[in-house]
C-alpha cells in the first residue's frame, strides 16, 4: 500500500513562495510517474505538474516558468516548488503516483493514489 503525505502549504501574499513536498512510503512510487494537482472550491481537479520515469516533466500552461517539479529519489520525496504566486493559485493541492506511464502526464484517472492534500491560500 503506498502512502503520500503532502506537507508545505500555507498562506502566502501574491509573488510569494512555497515548495510543496509529498513523502511517500510503502513503495518506491518517486521511481514512477507523480504529479501533483489541485481543486479550488467549486471548481474540478487539475492537474498541474507531472513528472515521468524518464524525469521529462509537464506542467499546465497557467504555471509554466513559475512551478517546478522535482523529485528524489533518494528520499522517495516529490517535491513542487511554487514561484510568483497568484491569488488563482489558491487550492488545495494533492500528490499523486501512477503505475501506468512512463511520461509524465496531467491526467488524472491514470493515477492511482493519493495523499490527502495540502492547502495553499494566495491573498492579493
Known amino acids: 500500500q503506498v502512502q503520500l503525505v503532502e506537507s508545505g502549504g500555507g498562506s502566502v501574499q501574491a509573488g510569494g513562495s512555497l515548495r510543496l513536498s509529498c513523502a511517500a512510503s510503502?513503495?518506491?512510487?518517486?521511481?514512477?510517474?507523480m504529479g501533483w494537482f489541485r481543486q479550488a472550491p467549486g471548481k474540478e481537479r487539475e492537474g498541474v505538474a507531472a513528472?515521468?520515469?524518464?524525469?521529462?516533466?509537464s506542467y499546465t500552461d497557467s504555471v509554466k516558468g513559475r512551478f517546478t517539479i522535482s523529485k528524489d529519489n533518494a528520499k522517495n520525496t516529490l517535491y513542487l516548488q511554487m514561484n510568483s504566486l497568484k491569488p488563482e493559485d489558491t487550492a488545495m493541492y494533492y500528490c499523486?503516483?501512477?503505475?501506468?506511464?512512463?511520461?509524465?502526464?496531467?491526467?488524472?484517472?491514470?493515477?492511482?493514489?493519493w495523499g490527502q492534500g495540502t492547502q495553499v491560500t494566495v491573498s492579493s
Open positions: 499523486a503516483v501512477s503505475f501506468g506511464c512512463y511520461y509524465g502526464n496531467l491526467i488524472a484517472t491514470m493515477y492511482n493514489y
Open positions: 510503502g513503495y518506491p512510487a518517486t521511481k514512477y510517474c
Open positions: 513528472i515521468g520515469v524518464d524525469e521529462s516533466t
